[in-house]
């Protein structure tokens, strides 16, 4: 029997350099939950949708894969999605230092 992936999109946190994102790196383990917040005042894009954990700003979902994201989180769909951390990689560069999933939440 076919079983679609739950996944829909993987990235690495854009901005996380810039943000809260070395603070909270320790903390950060494959499998955590993280928080979406849109931005849509946002001057640089207005699809922004930052990322968080636990109080600490870890940067954006890509703006290059935000766009479909921002627009059902703008029409009231953010129960629909969760955010998980995929994987972390202290040793690499802090752009690559932390990879994210965005998952379709399972109605039952």
Same mark, same amino acid.
Not at 62 to 89: K, S, T, W, Y
């Given at each position: 029997?076919?079983?679609?992936?739950?996944?829909?999109?993987?990235?690495?946190?854009?901005?996380?350099?810039?943000?809260?994102?070395?603070?909270?790196?320790?903390?950060?383990?494959?499998?955590?939950?993280?928080?979406?917040?849109?931005e849509?005042?946002?001057?640089?894009?207005?699809?922004?949708?930052?990322?968080?954990?636990?109080?600490?700003?870890?940067?954006? %979902?890509?703006?290059?894969?935000?766009?479909q994201?921002?627009?059902?989180?703008?029409?009231?769909h953010?129960?629909?999605?969760?955010?998980? %951390?995929?994987?972390?990689?202290?040793?690499?560069?802090?752009?690559?230092?932390?990879?994210?999933?965005?998952? %379709?939440?399972?109605?039952?």
């Amino acid at each position: 029997m076919y079983t679609p992936s739950r996944n829909l999109l993987s990235f690495y946190i854009a901005g996380f350099q810039f943000w809260d994102g070395a603070l909270a790196l320790e903390q950060l383990k494959a499998g955590a939950r993280l928080d979406l917040v849109p931005e849509f005042d946002n001057p640089h894009d207005p699809n922004a949708i930052a990322i968080y954990y636990e109080g600490f700003k870890l940067g954006f %979902v890509p703006q290059d894969c935000n766009e479909q994201l921002a627009i059902m989180l703008f029409f009231g769909h953010g129960d629909a999605f969760e955010c998980r %951390v995929q994987q972390v990689a202290p040793d690499r560069s802090p752009w690559h230092q932390v990879r994210a999933g965005i998952y %379709v939440v399972d109605s039952r």
